[in-house]
């Protein structure tokens, strides 16, 4: 692996670090102040369609898509420096070069299964930034850890599909731009391998018997920038079968196809959280003085400033080699690798942001810093995607497997 950023890369880089200094820092409080306005919390601040159509213009656009007939043909790894960059601002950042989760796995879905038409109707507006989508897997009945326990019912009759469950924390469904679902449930609940008992297809957020029944809350924060997640109950909802998404027991498969890519994404994003992190509490330690010193001279304060980066280069060159893997020997052969970084990375920058909390004082758990709202991402990372837990056992297994 080359560790050096090839031409391509530095010149994105480049283009996007002016980016984020000349129009989404100075947004962050333009967009809170806006946001006081808006019908509802979840509404997007008018700002924001201003950076996407910035974003746009220098190039800035769907840079998360492999491949170059939907996006803009970077590898994995000339993609994560890029998102690193855009994570510290994740409220705007990746909203703005329309490289925001959920959207970004449910492109790459489409892209890779969906049909010609499932495409042109919803895959084109998306990676033109006109709508919003949401995944919807999570059951709040069930050890959603586990996706084979899925309870939502997708029921054949005639040429369409009922659907019938209650899912939950399903993110981004509270934004009103959010038109479409995919949603997750078992079309053959008997079938032997239950592996082969879950289908996805697509609802349109208007289709009757949809009910987003209530937001909910992540350590108290409405997530409005993230668009929300939402209680939704699909009460016999009726689609055609046309809106099936791949083939009838698909559906365990597509999601770990999304899941992975969705996995380092995240991770990525996560390491330019650590990094402002690490620049706020520089920045606090030189201007404040604490029993006749700066806090920079504290001993304590070194140490966290000083093992924060050292994490933070470890945690990069795992993504980074995760990234190489991914690229040159594809997602499966990539497995350890992603579930290791998938482990180390949120748990790593939740220690980093709760030190730079701990340097702010007070000011850390309010909003006059990004800090707190940080945490509170970077903890439900930990859950998202899979619970550490989950990673961790697939991960021994297959280290035991080579000594047993």
């Given at each position: 692996m080359d560790f050096a950023f090839d031409a391509r890369t530095e010149e994105l880089r480049g283009r996007l670090l002016a980016f984020m200094d000349e129009y989404v820092h100075p947004a962050e409080e333009v967009a809170e102040r806006q946001r006081a306005a808006l019908p509802s919390p979840w509404h997007t601040p008018p700002v924001v369609e201003e950076l996407k159509a910035a974003a746009r213009a220098r190039g800035l656009w769907n840079l998360f898509m492999p491949g170059d007939e939907y996006g803009a043909g970077l590898t994995n790894l000339q993609y994560a420096p890029l998102a690193e960059i855009t994570g510290r601002s994740p409220q705007l950042a990746p909203t703005a070069l329309n490289c925001a989760a959920p959207d970004t796995g449910n492109m790459e879905l489409l892209a890779q299964f969906g049909s010609g038409r499932q495409r042109a109707r919803w895959l084109e507006p998306l990676l033109a930034g006109e709508i919003r989508s949401a995944f919807a897997m999570t059951e709040p009945d069930v050890a959603s850890s586990d996706a084979t326990n899925v309870q939502t019912r997708i029921e054949r009759d005639g040429d369409s599909y009922v659907i019938t469950g209650r899912k939950w924390y399903i993110s981004g469904a509270m934004n009103p731009a959010c038109e479409i679902f995919i949603v997750m449930g078992k079309t053959d609940p008997g079938a032997e391998d239950v592996r082969r008992q879950q289908s996805m297809v697509l609802v349109?957020?208007?289709?009757?018997?949809?009910?987003v029944r209530r937001a909910m809350k992540v350590y108290g924060y409405e997530d409005h920038y993230h668009g929300g997640h939402a209680e939704i109950v699909f009460d016999r909802v009726r689609v055609p079968v046309e809106n099936l998404i791949g083939e009838e027991g698909g559906g365990f498969a597509i999601a770990q196809a999304r899941l992975g890519p969705g996995r380092i994404h995240h991770c990525m994003r996560l390491i330019g959280m650590a990094e402002r992190a690490i620049e706020l509490m520089c920045r606090r330690a030189a201007s404040?003085?604490?029993?006749?010193?700066?806090l920079a001279a504290q001993g304590v304060v070194q140490e966290w400033i000083a093992d924060a980066r050292v994490a933070v280069e470890q945690l990069r060159l795992l993504v980074l080699k995760t990234a190489w893997l991914m690229d040159t020997a594809g997602n499966r052969a990539a497995h350890t690798e992603i579930q290791a970084i998938k482990i180390a990375t949120p748990r790593t920058v939740v220690e980093i942001l709760d030190r730079a909390v701990q340097l702010h004082g007070a000011g850390?758990?309010?909003?006059?810093?990004?800090?707190?709202?940080l945490w509170a991402a970077a903890r439900t990372l930990r859950l998202a995607d899979g619970p550490d837990e989950v990673h961790q056992r697939s991960l021994a297994r297959r280290e035991l497997r080579r000594h047993l």
């Open positions: 349109p957020r208007d289709t009757p018997g949809v009910e404040r003085t604490a029993f006749g010193r700066p850390g758990v309010g909003q006059d810093f990004p800090l707190a709202e």
